[in-house]
């Protein structure tokens, strides 16, 4: 193969992965917390759905992106709101109330979708966050392309994960956090409030998600579909397991990940290549799969309390 | 004034708590009505065998539970303690026999947990350290505080704990149970290092059943028994013989009918038994024993001295090394003791609602929990319903059990019916052998007194049983031959005539006894 | 009295049903708000869903239908979860059941009926009983968690079968992503015609049956239950716990494989990419609802059966979106749970 394209097939690649991995990482980075604090959502789907049907329905009847994710994280915020309440105030079985959540997510998006907007013919298309071109480093070739010419909300990861890294691991509220996923009798002793901190957890993970959802309709792409988001609320869970459960470990597998995604969609264009593109759709899963078998050896593990209502 | 009467009395009391009263749903009164002084800077003792209520008293002095009646005078100032923030902010600390560590988490982390505000950023985390590294210095801790938890040994943890407490200026300090899980050098070390502290001017009780410890390191002892104080005294005032006495009390009622047989051959023996619990560490140290037909062969001994893991081990249920064992005469290998259960080994676990029963389950099912397999309760793989059923109505008339519908939840049964299910599904099965582990631990009156009778009817049928029991009224009723457990190893053995009690209580609390043979 | 004469087991049989029952109405109620927030009207909404599924024999049949999927899953379900198992993965032990019917009515496909119809059922039931052993035995193995494996063996079975019908097995290189169909010796036969009713439905209420009398009337389901219901104390009653977790599973999964192996079988003929809308959690739904009863599920399967047909109709009729019965669905998933919550609570006070 030639230098020349494949070094630009290289750089579309590369471009196109942070963006692949940017909704998947606001997912995983707030499932982050509500594991670490001990609650295990899999309902992220269908909350990344509302948050994205709540952005674009704001960003389309306003006129302004920025009050449609206000509106994602607000529905993020209700979301999550139910999901505690059902989890930690009722005790519900959380794999239950999760499969609920996705249920309701796809329900009633799809059905507002098709109420409102879907054959009304309307122009559906919102003008989505620009890339945003940065100033002279957008120049540098190879490297200016693959990250200097991304849009707001992609960049904001770069704010997010050292934030929530150091909200984890430098706040009380992050030991707190920690200590109610691992041996919440012990937190409640020492006086913190062990419900209260799985609420905020919650809450945290469920915004985050929505603000994920809200990213692809918002500046990924140009609309909402039904179903838009793939998937991509259950390859978060993945990515919690496989990047240990830190903000950090999250970033990573997510860009991984987002390798594999990009990859995957440029073979489908390209039948000559060997590698079946399903493989590579199927690649995040297998070693995560991998991943929890190793875990038993590991230091690295999920919070002891996961799952168990308090 | 009653608070000036208090106020004089405290100037010699750093604690006072009076006329402390608890009980429990079930009807269970852990402390009846508890008076408890505490001079400062003393070593105080609280001596006695388990449901004493010393834990709960202390529970209760660290905020973990709210007294029913009672009060609580600290300095000389009325308490009111509602949760263990309280009693931390009034400079109480406590060291629990289950460690309040997480374990993910570094020393300094653990030290620090809960103490400041949410959104307090922890950057000044090496003034934790350091002020970790002078304390642990200081008191010849030798903690670690970058260290995380779970890497420490189990002695390394509970200095963790200690310097815990101390760290938030307890000025009282509440250990419970201490050295149960330490090695002997640690436990020497640990008592060393609180006479230390107290001689520093920190006042500290010292939940225990140990005589040893209480004559090595006390000042003054209160002996609990039954929820009751029995007395307070000073240690250099009493002898090991005393406190026992003290602890077990001479009034050992025997009202059963206990028909007096001639033991027959050995079912049961085993050589050389030791068991490791789930840190690893050996709790059953070499023991050796046989059990005749016709016999019941007492362990009494204070909990957590080996028996759990020494009853779970004889009924095939976790790990053990033995030299040789025998049922029945035939040689028993490891492999074969885990399908003893099903070859017939007869066994009265030590937590009927976790072990012993399946709760969501009605009546019936639990009765045939163990031969739900087998004829005539299952042809064919089929259950046989109406066979269980009438079985079960059969048992549940023998046994008198208070039960509504035998298909209900047996979860809606009282404490003392489930085990009376228990036990005669287990004596149902007309055992050669017997395992029976604290079988009437929180049941009624009525329900022990049967559940009793019940075993002494199964040994003069002529089983070999091994009754394992911290209540000593129930080894002395039942035994035909009493051995004492403690830290994993037999102290001696005595029959069970009423005037040796105190020795049993000495053994008990560690102290070996010349037997005679 | 004839209560008590009933037998206690059929009395919780019933009591499974009527949450249902209950639970519904407040689904459909919420519902209603959401319909009329957004400008439809819900009586007309509902009676057009009502009328989909029921107004004559065809409608009917395609409720029944609609059904045997998730009777299949469900009753599969129920035995896993009551294992304590939270598989979450019917969906990928469906596709892998579809997959091996498929290839077995394709490739063997010169095999007399009487053989080749129930051969390519049991590859269905294998394959599906496989993958669901697979998140077994990495339970038992090595402690991984399996409400995350199953989900990753979904994605991992889909995209196999994605890549099946792409390639190796595609009916015409470069068309529509689907294998040819499977020799007609292989399908199912229809009954009551000219409707597409097919013995895959009773062969759906046969499982339910069937696994309802394993989990309560035979000895090796009170061992499942058991493990289910408290592992410690089945330990101690002799029971091994991590076979009868491999065995649970391969039920679960061997019955999501049988409904994928119906699937192809009696209504597609062939496999393709989509050949599950989702049924793996549907039948989630189905299962919980009414308690985790196989015999229940086989009526759960036709509610959730007639919600889906109603709002197809629905939305031809009455143009309202038929997606909102997922959240119809899942509202009584929530329902439920508060329902069990609280019947918990009340009962203790009763006693």
Same mark, same amino acid.
């Given at each position: 193969m030639e230098l020349v394209p494949a070094i630009l097939f290289l750089q579309s690649i590369l471009a196109a992965t942070w963006r692949m991995a940017t909704p998947i990482l606001y997912a995983a980075v707030g499932e982050v917390f509500s594991e670490r604090a001990g609650v295990l959502n899999i309902g992220l789907e269908g909350i990344m759905l509302i948050g994205a049907f709540a952005a674009y329905s704001t960003a389309y009847e306003t006129g302004s992106l920025l009050l449609g994710l206000v509106a994602a994280i607000i529905s993020g915020l209700l979301s999550g709101l139910l999901f505690a309440v059902f989890t930690v105030?009722?005790?519900?079985?959380?794999?239950?109330?999760?499969?609920?959540?996705?249920?309701?997510?796809?329900?009633?998006?799809?059905?507002?979708?098709r109420a409102f907007y879907a054959e009304s013919g309307k122009i559906l298309s919102l003008k989505t966050f620009l890339p945003v071109d940065i100033p002279v480093l957008s120049s540098i070739p190879f490297f200016g392309e693959v990250f200097f010419r991304h849009n707001l909300m992609v960049y904001a990861t770069l704010i997010l994960v050292p934030l929530a890294s150091f909200i984890l691991y430098r706040t009380a509220f992050g030991l707190s956090i920690s200590a109610v996923g691992e041996?919440?009798?012990?937190?409640?002793?020492?006086?913190?409030?062990?419900?209260?901190?799985?609420?905020?957890?919650?809450?945290?993970?469920?915004?985050?998600?929505?603000?994920?959802?809200?990213?692809?309709?918002?500046?990924?792409?140009?609309?909402?579909?039904?179903?838009?988001?793939?998937?991509?609320?259950?390859?978060?869970?993945?990515?919690?397991?496989?990047?240990?459960?830190?903000?950090?470990?999250?970033?990573?597998?997510?860009?991984?990940?987002?390798?594999?995604?990009?990859?995957?969609?440029?073979?489908?264009?390209?039948?000559?290549?060997?590698?079946?593109?399903?493989?590579?759709?199927?690649?995040?899963?297998?070693?995560?799969?991998?991943?929890?078998?190793?875990?038993?050896?590991?230091?690295?593990?999920?919070?002891?309390?996961?799952?168990?209502?308090? | 004034m009653e608070e000036c009467t208090s106020e004089n009395a405290n100037q010699a009391y750093i604690l006072r708590m009076e006329n402390i009263c608890k009980s429990f749903p079930g009807g269970v009164q852990a402390n009846r009505n508890i008076t408890l002084e505490v001079r400062p800077g003393e070593i105080h003792c609280l001596l006695g065998e388990n449901g004493a209520g010393k834990t709960v008293l202390m529970s209760i002095l660290y905020g973990l539970y709210k007294p029913d009646s009672g009060t609580i005078y600290f300095k000389g100032k009325k308490l009111d303690i509602h949760s263990t923030k309280d009693a931390i902010e009034n400079r109480i600390g406590m060291v629990h026999q289950h460690f309040m560590l997480v374990p993910t988490l570094t020393v300094a982390e653990n030290v620090v947990l809960g103490q400041y505000q949410p959104w307090k950023v922890l950057n000044d985390m090496d003034k934790v350290h350091q002020r970790i590294r002078t304390?642990?210095?200081?008191?010849?801790?030798?903690?670690?505080?970058?260290?995380?938890?779970?890497?420490?040994?189990?002695?390394?943890?509970?200095?963790?704990?200690?310097?815990?407490?101390?760290?938030?200026?307890?000025?009282?300090?509440?250990?419970?149970?201490?050295?149960?899980?330490?090695?002997?050098?640690?436990?020497?070390?640990?008592?060393?290092?609180?006479?230390?502290?107290?001689?520093?001017?920190?006042?500290?009780?010292?939940?225990?059943?140990?005589?040893?410890?209480?004559?090595?390191?006390?000042?003054?002892?209160?002996?609990?028994?039954?929820?009751?104080?029995?007395?307070?005294?000073?240690?250099?005032?009493?002898?090991?013989?005393?406190?026992?006495?003290?602890?077990?009390?001479?009034?050992?009622?025997?009202?059963?009918?206990?028909?007096?047989? @001639?033991?027959?051959?050995?079912?049961?023996?085993?050589?050389?038994?030791? =068991?490791?619990? /789930? *840190?690893? #560490?050996?709790?059953?140290?070499?023991v050796s024993f046989e059990v005749r037909e016709r016999e019941v062969l007492g362990i009494a001994g204070v909990s957590g001295n080996g028996q759990t893991e020494l009853a779970l081990a004889l009924a095939g249920l976790i790990e053990s090394d033995f030299d040789e064992m025998r049922l029945d005469g035939q040689l028993i290998t490891k492999r074969d003791l885990q399908r003893l259960n099903r070859l017939g080994m007869a066994h009265i676990p030590e937590d009927r609602q976790k072990m012993g029963l399946i709760l969501p389950f009605s009546v019936a099912e639990n009765f045939v929990l163990k031969t739900y397999r087998d004829e005539p309760f299952a042809r064919r793989g089929f259950l046989q319903f109406d066979t269980i059923r009438e079985y079960t109505r059969s048992q549940v008339s023998k046994f008198s059990i208070r039960v509504g519908d035998?298909? @209900?939840?047996?979860?809606?049964?009282?404490?003392?019916?489930?085990?009376? =299910?228990?036990? /005669? *599904?287990? #004596?149902?099965?007309?055992?050669?052998?017997?395992?029976?582990?604290?079988?009437?631990?929180?049941?009624?009156?009525?329900?022990?007194?049967?559940?009793?009778?019940?075993?002494?009817?199964?040994?003069?049928?002529?089983?070999?049983?091994?009754?394992?029991?911290?209540?000593?009224?129930?080894?002395?009723?039942?035994?035909?031959?009493?051995?004492?457990?403690?830290?994993?190893?037999?102290?001696?053995?005595?029959?069970?005539?009423?005037?040796?009690?105190?020795?049993?209580?000495?053994?008990?609390?560690?102290?070996?006894?010349?037997?005679?043979? | 009295m004839h209560w008590r004469n009933l037998?206690?087991?059929?009395?919780?049989?019933?009591?499974?049903?009527?949450?249902?029952?209950?639970?519904?109405?407040?689904?459909?109620?919420?519902?209603?708000?959401?319909?009329?927030?957004?400008?439809?009207?819900?009586?007309?909404?509902?009676?057009?869903?009502?009328?989909?599924?029921?107004?004559?024999?065809?409608?009917?049949?395609?409720?029944?239908?609609?059904?045997?999927?998730?009777?299949?899953?469900?009753a599969g379900l129920a035995v896993a979860f009551r294992c304590s198992i939270w598989n979450i993965g019917a969906e990928g032990q469906f596709y892998a059941g579809a997959v091996a019917a498929t290839a077995t009515g394709i490739y063997l496909g010169g095999l007399p009926s009487f053989v080749l119809m129930p051969l390519v059922l049991v590859m269905g039931i294998t394959g599906g009983a496989l993958?669901?052993?697979?998140?077994?035995?990495?339970?038992?193995?090595?402690?991984?968690?399996?409400?995350?494996?199953?989900?990753?063996?979904?994605?991992?079975?889909?995209?196999?079968?994605?890549?099946?019908?792409?390639?190796?097995?595609?009916?015409?290189?470069?068309?529509?992503?689907?294998?040819?169909?499977?020799?007609?010796?292989?399908?199912l036969p229809r009954f009551l015609l000219p409707t597409r009713l097919h013995i895959g439905f009773i062969i759906a209420v046969l499982l339910a049956l069937a696994?309802?009398?394993?989990?309560?009337?035979?000895?090796?389901?009170?061992?499942?239950?058991?493990?289910?219901?408290?592992?410690?104390?089945?330990?101690?009653?002799?029971i091994n716990v991590k076979s009868n977790i491999l065995l649970a599973m391969a039920i679960s999964g061997g019955a999501a494989g049988l409904g994928g192996a119906?699937?192809?079988?009696?209504?597609?003929?062939?496999?393709?990419?989509?050949?599950?809308?989702?049924?793996?959690?549907?039948?989630?739904?189905?299962?919980?609802?009414?308690?985790?009863?196989?015999?229940?599920?086989?009526?759960?399967?036709?509610?959730?059966?007639?919600?889906?047909?109603?709002?197809?109709?629905?939305?031809?009729?009455?143009?309202?979106?038929?997606?909102?019965?997922?959240?119809?669905?899942?509202?009584?998933?929530?329902?439920?749970?508060?329902?069990?919550?609280?019947?918990?609570?009340?009962?203790?006070?009763?006693?």
């Open positions: 105030t009722v005790k519900a079985n959380q794999i239950v109330v999760g499969a609920a959540f996705n249920m309701i997510g796809m329900g009633i998006t799809g059905f507002l979708y041996h919440p009798k012990a937190a409640d002793t020492v006086g913190i409030n062990v419900l209260r901190t799985r609420y905020v957890s919650i809450l945290i993970g469920t915004s985050l998600a929505a603000i994920g959802g809200a990213f692809l309709v918002l500046a990924y792409a140009d609309q909402f579909v039904e179903g838009i988001v793939t998937g991509r609320g259950f390859i978060a869970l993945a990515v919690v397991v496989f990047g240990g459960w830190s903000p950090w470990g999250a970033m990573g597998t997510s860009l991984l990940f987002g390798v594999f995604y990009a990859l995957q969609l440029r073979i489908q264009a390209m039948p000559d290549v060997l590698i079946p593109y399903q493989f590579l759709q199927a690649l995040p899963y297998f070693a995560t799969l991998l991943v929890l078998v190793g875990l038993t050896k590991r230091r690295v593990r999920a919070p002891k309390a996961l799952g168990i209502p308090y | 304390m642990s210095d200081e008191f010849g801790l030798d903690v670690d505080p970058s260290k995380v938890v779970q890497d420490l040994s189990v002695g390394e943890q509970q200095r963790v704990e200690i310097l815990k407490a101390l760290y938030h200026g307890a000025d009282l300090l509440i250990l419970d149970e201490p050295t149960a899980v330490l090695t002997p050098q640690e436990s020497e070390h640990l008592l060393k290092f609180l006479r230390d502290l107290a001689n520093r001017g920190l006042t500290i009780i010292f939940i225990t059943h140990k005589l040893e410890e209480v004559m090595q390191v006390s000042d003054r002892v209160t002996v609990l028994r039954d929820g009751r104080v029995v007395g307070t005294v000073n240690t250099r005032d009493t002898n090991p013989r005393e406190l026992a006495r003290m602890m077990v009390g001479r009034e050992v009622l025997m009202e059963l009918k206990k028909a007096k047989t @001639e033991p027959g051959k050995v079912i049961f023996s085993v050589r050389n038994l030791r =068991v490791k619990d /789930a *840190r690893g #560490l050996e709790v059953v140290r070499g035998i298909e @209900e939840e047996i979860a809606h049964l009282s404490g003392g019916n489930q085990q009376k =299910v228990v036990v /005669a *599904r287990e #004596l149902d099965r007309q055992p050669r052998f017997l395992l029976v582990n604290q079988p009437t631990r929180g049941i009624d009156i009525g329900a022990t007194e049967f559940v009793r009778q019940q075993i002494l009817v199964e040994r003069d049928a002529g089983a070999a049983i091994l009754l394992i029991s911290a209540d000593l009224e129930e080894i002395f009723a039942l035994s035909d031959r009493i051995l004492v457990m403690f830290e994993g190893r037999f102290m001696g053995e005595v029959p069970p005539d009423p005037a040796l009690v105190e020795q049993v209580g000495l053994m008990m609390a560690g102290k070996t006894v010349q037997t005679s043979g | 037998g206690g087991r059929l009395k919780k049989t019933l009591r499974s049903i009527w949450m249902p029952f209950a639970a519904i109405p407040i689904a459909l109620l919420i519902g209603a708000v959401v319909l009329f927030l957004a400008g439809y009207d819900p009586l007309k909404a509902y009676a057009a869903m009502w009328q989909g599924a029921f107004k004559d024999t065809t409608a009917i049949t395609e409720v029944l239908i609609k059904a045997t999927p998730l009777i299949f899953i469900g993958w669901g052993m697979l998140a077994a035995f990495l339970k038992n193995r090595f402690g991984a968690n399996e409400v995350v494996t199953t989900i990753m063996l979904n994605y991992i079975a889909i995209y196999i079968t994605g890549y099946l019908v792409t390639g190796p097995m595609i009916e015409t290189k470069g068309l529509f992503p689907q294998t040819p169909r499977i020799s007609e010796n292989a399908w696994l309802y009398i394993l989990l309560f009337k035979t000895s090796r389901g009170y061992t499942i239950r058991a493990v289910g219901t408290n592992a410690e104390a089945a330990r101690y009653a002799g119906v699937e192809v079988s009696a209504i597609s003929y062939r496999l393709y990419q989509l050949i599950s809308p989702g049924y793996g959690f549907d039948g989630i739904a189905v299962s919980l609802l009414v308690g985790n009863n196989p015999l229940g599920v086989i009526f759960s399967g036709i509610l959730f059966g007639a919600l889906r047909s109603g709002s197809e109709v629905m939305q031809m009729s009455a143009k309202v979106p038929s997606v909102l019965v997922f959240m119809i669905q899942g509202l009584v998933v929530l329902s439920v749970v508060a329902f069990g919550v609280y019947r918990a609570v009340s009962m203790e006070r009763e006693e």
